[in-house]
């Protein structure tokens, strides 16, 4: 386990910047107004050699803990109780607040070591600030700029003596060639999402056994795509599978989103689609499957993951069977590019069908990562063409030599023949169903590419 160090502090002073500044990547989003961040966003940091779990949260803001940014500030009370290092980070340009001060005495009253930033602290422009944060009563404050990359030498100071002694060790015996893509006892990359309020933040919570995520009556709550790691206990045979789940946030049609921050939230939501390997569709069972849950469900199959389709609330759900029957005939005549997509009932309240949800998608990722033996391969391709020849447009044969699978995750073949341009989309339409039908791939997307070779009299 890497030591664990979270980023605290009022709204707007600058975490988020602060937290992609150290893992190298902008992972959280970031605007000018404050409370962009609401979940407990984890990253792996490097700093000057030191690495370390980095923890991004909401801002802290003093409020009642029913309402909404009383329940963010609870979110961020319960990252400190597992924390090695805190960032307490001010704005020294703003100088310090009434709101820094309540905070700062929150935090001497903790066991946590403390660490003040005076972040935006570039220029001269932050000097006031930054000697205001003497009187904190937490040590001396480091001045930094999150924007720029000023003062990580005097923060990677400050936290050696206190991560130093928890860096990991080095494993020797480690197979740099081995690539975790392809080991299927690597995490399961599993991405949750769906319309707002569907559930998602509260499955995955169910998931967990704890509050781990903020969930709310209120839609739209997430706004970061947040991956947690965690381990599912097999029921079937106990052994414990490595999961990464991948909360999003709602995807609403395109029309109705205006806001900034929302678009920067669902583009967030589509590069985790981007990032996992399968990816469940949350459907709300109390409103059905509408136009906008087929969008969600092409543009996972249009990126190659697997799919997998999760009614939730079904404790709640009124005429079930019929709902669930129309859902599976709306969504095979709105899916005709993948048939056989696992349709599973849960409810994120009770617990139900949660198990069985795992399962699955690991199933699933099974045949999404799975390679079709040569033999068997050529076998379905000669039979698929003895069956149904493909057409001769014009009068000219189109010649179909062979095939070979070039990839996998998702599976990916190239068929090698001459005239393949005049190849119809009905006929490769034809061969890709049957591939699914006959090599056991009909939950998940299938690229199929035609190559054929140069004619050397072609005019250049």
């Known amino acids: 386990m890497l030591p664990r160090v979270i980023i605290i502090g009022r709204p707007n002073v600058g975490k988020s910047t602060l937290f992609n500044r150290l893992v190298g990547k902008k992972l959280a989003l970031v605007d000018d107004q404050p409370g962009v961040t609401r979940d407990r966003r984890f990253g792996d940091a490097h700093l000057l ?51 820094d001060e309540e905070i700062a005495r929150y935090l001497r009253e903790q066991a946590v070591p403390i660490i003040v930033l005076a972040n935006k602290a570039e220029g001269r422009a932050g000097d006031a600030g930054l000697f205001e944060a003497f009187a904190l009563g937490l040590g001396d404050p480091v001045a930094i700029s999150a924007e720029h990359g000023e003062g990580l030498a005097d923060l990677f100071e400050r936290l050696l003596p ?19 893509d392809y080991n299927p006892h690597a995490p399961l990359k599993l991405a949750i999402v769906g319309r707002p309020n569907a559930g998602k933040s509260t499955l995955i919570n169910a998931l967990l056994g704890e509050d781990r995520l903020l969930t709310g009556p209120e839609a739209g709550i997430t706004r970061d795509s947040i991956a947690i790691d965690w381990e599912w206990k097999d029921p079937k045979t106990g052994d414990l599978r490595p999961v990464r789940l991948i909360d999003t946030a709602g995807m609403r049609k395109k029309a109705q989103v205006t806001d900034k921050l929302e678009k920067l939230a669902v583009a967030d939501a589509r590069h985790a ?25 092409s543009l996972v199959l249009e990126e190659g993951r697997a799919l997998l389709i999760a009614i939730n609330k079904w404790d709640v759900a009124e005429e079930a069977s019929a709902l669930f029957n129309g859902i599976k005939r709306a969504l095979e005549d709105g899916l ?24 699955t998608a690991f199933d699933i990722r099974d045949t999404w990562s799975s390679r079709v033996p040569t033999g068997l391969l050529n076998r379905w391709f000669d039979a698929a063409l003895e069956a149904n020849p493909p057409p001769a447009p014009g009068g000219k044969r189109i010649k179909l030599r062979y095939i070979t699978q070039a990839k996998t995750r998702p599976p990916g073949f190239v068929i090698f023949g001459t005239r393949l341009d005049d190849l119809p989309a009905s006929y490769q339409r034809y061969l890709v169903n049957s591939l699914r039908k006959e090599c056991g791939f009909e939950a998940v997307p299938i690229r199929l590419m035609l190559r054929s070779p140069k004619n050397p009299y072609a005019r250049k």
Do not use: C, N, Y
């Open 273 to 297: 689609v981007d990032f996992a390997e399968v990816v469940v569709l949350l459907l709300d069972a109390t409103r059905g499957l509408e136009h906008q849950d087929l969008k969600i469900a």
């Open 336 to 359: 005709s590019q993948v048939k056989g997509v696992p349709v599973l009932t849960v409810s994120a309240r009770t617990g139900r069908g949660l198990d069985t949800l795992l399962a």
């Open 162 to 180: 206190l991560i130093e002694d928890k860096q990991p060790v080095p494993d020797e015996d480690a197979d740099p060639d081995v690539d975790e």
């Open 49 to 99: 050699g030191l690495d370390f779990t980095i923890v991004d949260t909401a801002g802290w803001e003093d409020e009642d803990d029913l309402t909404l940014p009383g329940r963010m500030r609870k979110q961020t009370e319960e990252a400190l109780k597992g924390a090695d290092v805190a960032l307490f980070t001010i704005d020294a340009r703003a100088g310090l607040t009434p709101l």
